[in-house]
């Protein structure tokens, strides 16, 4: 069920979060960019504005015994995340179905990873990423799964970073025309 609970209240959380990342890619030395796109080099990051269409509120339907699923990375390597459950939801109208996985360290912080119609075209050829914590994403049992907040993975900034590719079971066959779009400052080549 797609909501827009809150009323402006989310929408706001949403530009302050992206304000916040600019400026710390733009100014921190702990911004993912090359020095060189730093400062006053800075391209920007580009969104999609605020939709509340792509914003629900879902229960996470738990799998009894979570499997661990190996995550190959985009410089070769692995990571192990438990696949903990699902959710269940439609995009215009299609049925769409994402694995929420976590950390195999114990963490309560869960991965959603997703590709989607938009990848390599308006977004980051490669997918994007949500993250979801109980204290911040969690409402009366249920889980905010807000699109509005998909992020790109820090190889898309920069491809000294490592980073896990997002597993054929979160391909979705719809576009999701919200959060991040693709970096501007991709090098040149570079599929958009």
């Known amino acids: 069920m797609a909501t827009s609970s809150n009323g402006d209240d989310w929408e706001a959380q949403i530009e302050a979060q992206r304000r916040a990342k600019a400026e710390q890619f733009r100014d ?3 911004s993912p960019l090359p020095v060189s796109m730093r400062g006053d080099a800075f391209p920007g990051l580009d969104y999609f504005e ?13 799998h009894d015994d979570p499997e661990p699923v190996t995550v190959e ?15 269940r939801f439609e995009v215009a109208g ?3 179905t994402l694995q929420a996985y976590r950390p195999t360290d ?5 991965w959603v990873p997703f590709r989607d119609e938009t990848n390599g075209e308006t977004t980051y050829g490669a997918g994007r990423y949500l993250d979801l914590t109980p204290d911040h994403d969690r409402v009366d049992g249920e889980w905010v799964l807000d699109f509005n907040a998909a992020y790109n993975p820090t190889c898309a900034y920069n491809h000294a970073y490592e980073c896990p590719l997002i597993p054929m079971e979160n391909w979705l066959d719809v576009p999701i025309e919200a959060g991040e779009r693709a970096f501007p400052g ?6 958009h």
């Not at 605020?50 to 738990?62: G, K, N, T």
């Not at 991709?186 to 599929?191: C, R």
């Open 28 to 30: 921190s030395a702990r």
């Open 50 to 62: 605020p939709d509340p269409a792509y914003r629900f509120v879902l229960p996470l339907f738990e």
């Open 73 to 87: 990375t985009t410089a070769d390597g692995e990571q192990t995340y438990r696949r903990w459950g699902e959710f």
């Open 94 to 96: 299609e049925p769409v």
């Open 106 to 110: 114990g963490g309560d912080r869960f």
């Open 186 to 191: 991709e090098p040149a080549g570079s599929e």
